[in-house]
């Protein structure tokens, strides 16, 4: 288990150690969040790169990451605990067929802990040699109103109530970091329970800084080509402009077909790995992608 980074340059060279460029501005909200034992809430586009700061953080420290994947409809069962039903009907039947008539014992029995069934943030909340896990709550946006107000007693105290059982509370509590693509406005109450940071697009430098640690074999002319086609594909009016995950999928897919720089036919018949609607790709295919990789070359060549 590796120690909390005691500074904001520890913070850096820590993400650093897991292959994740980040700008100093998250470092330093990252930072505190790690030393003031408080919740982060990351919002930003998709694909820019908020879920992998959980990843990277669990792999750099050496924790255990419990993802939570929120969406729609997401309860108490899927989330905290549910009980195993089946294995108590059984164990009743097994009690009744055996002649046991204490009924409170029997009650108190399957309703132990050996018939719960943990879920990610029960799990969280669990003792780990290895220290405290990262806790992901992954795309919150996505769940209503009536989930974030039950996550207010884990983010506010780290201990959730089981009527069953009673309240579990956390030996230590979990490095908790959420997302949100803003579909919605998460609530006030649990804003203020947590560290915020928007998580940008990179700019132009960072993200070939970001390329060529995870697309290593990518040639470089290529790499600053795919950049700046990207950067510029940005300020397009487009129905989803691509994130840096596309970016990352695309130089990876020109690596495969042996591309060493882009050319126009090149960018046509590969704007499906980089875009995601029909509209947009129809919209800077041909004339179009031509145009922008003729300015993108202007602007390297300068």
């Known amino acids: 288990m590796t120690a909390l980074p005691t500074s904001i340059d520890a913070t850096l060279k820590l993400l650093t150690s897991a292959n994740y460029v980040a700008d100093r501005p998250l470092a330093t909200v990252l930072h505190l969040a790690l030393r003031m034992g408080r919740p982060l809430l990351l919002e930003g586009e998709a694909g820019v790169g908020k879920t992998e700061i959980a990843k990277v953080l669990a792999e750099a420290l050496g924790r255990k990451l419990i993802r939570l994947q929120c969406y729609e409809g997401l309860d108490v069962a899927a989330a905290l605990y549910e009980w195993n039903y089946a294995a108590q009907m059984i164990e009743i039947r097994l009690a009744e067929a055996a002649g046991t008539t204490d009924r409170a014992r029997l009650g108190a029995d399957v309703f132990s802990e050996r018939f719960l069934v943990k879920r990610p943030l029960l799990k969280a909340l669990e003792f780990d040699e290895a220290g405290p896990p990262v806790l992901l709550i ?11 107000a039950f996550l207010l007693e884990i983010l506010s105290d780290f201990q959730a109530t089981i009527p069953e059982i009673g309240t579990i509370k956390a030996a230590a509590p979990p490095i908790v970091i959420l997302t949100s ?4 406005e998460i609530h006030d109450a649990l804003k203020r329970r947590c560290l915020y940071h928007w998580v940008d697009y990179p700019d132009a430098q960072r993200e070939l800084t970001i390329l060529k640690a995870k697309v290593p074999k990518a040639p470089a002319r290529l790499s600053r080509e795919v950049v700046g086609f990207v950067q510029a594909i940005r300020k397009e009016d487009l129905f989803k402009v691509p994130g840096v995950a596309e970016t990352l999928d695309w130089a990876t897919a020109l690596v495969e077909l042996d591309a060493v720089a882009l050319d126009p036919a090149l960018v046509s018949d590969t704007l499906g790995v980089l875009l995601k609607y029909q509209d947009d790709i129809a919209k800077m295919s041909g004339s179009a992608a031509k145009e922008l990789l003729d300015r993108v070359r202007a602007d390297i060549a300068d």
Do not use: K, Q
Request: without cysteine; proline residues 0%.
């Open 138 to 148: 992954d795309e919150l946006d996505r769940t209503d109103e009536a989930f974030e």
């Open 181 to 184: 693509n803003r579909t919605r």
